[in-house]
């Protein structure tokens, strides 16, 4: 049966990141910059750390300078310097960035809309907290 589940589990998430991406693909960005988007906006002028960016997206330093990298080239963040720390690298959302995550918000909410059509909110609650007890049964696995 834990099989049968791990299976399941890795066939929705290629699938979801499909649609992510096709979603994210109209607006010109990727799932992966569309979650780093999310990451960024939400950590405000001051930006986010990119090894904390990377430690949140589970990816490694040399994945997200890439990301990064690419991300800058297409006007949707930028790096700037940690003030306390000149070791540190930020990276922040840019005017162009908020504006991709404003236009894709209702396409957004409408494919969630979609995807969770059938499931009541006692459903939808509890497929949550049961995904949130395996990532932290596979965090501890980790450790």
Do not use: C, Y
């Not at 002028?45 to 990301?67: A, R």
């Amino acid at each position: 049966m834990e099989e049968e589940i791990i299976s399941t589990i890795f066939k929705l998430d290629n699938m979801l990141r499909r649609m992510g991406n096709r979603i994210a693909g109209v607006l010109g960005a990727t799932q992966q910059q569309w979650a780093v988007l999310d990451i960024l906006n939400d950590s405000g002028s001051t930006g986010i750390p990119l090894s904390e960016l990377g430690k949140n997206l589970d990816v490694t330093k040399g994945n997200i300078t890439g990301l990064i990298d690419r991300m800058e080239r297409d006007g949707l963040a930028k790096r700037k310097d940690d003030p306390k720390d000149r070791r540190v690298i930020r990276a922040v959302v840019t005017a162009k960035g908020k504006k991709v995550l404003r236009d894709i918000q209702p396409v957004k909410n409408q494919w969630g809309d979609r995807l969770f059509h059938g499931f009541n909110v006692k459903d939808k609650k509890e497929l949550n907290n049961l995904l949130k007890r395996l990532m932290a049964q596979v965090t501890e696995l980790e450790n």
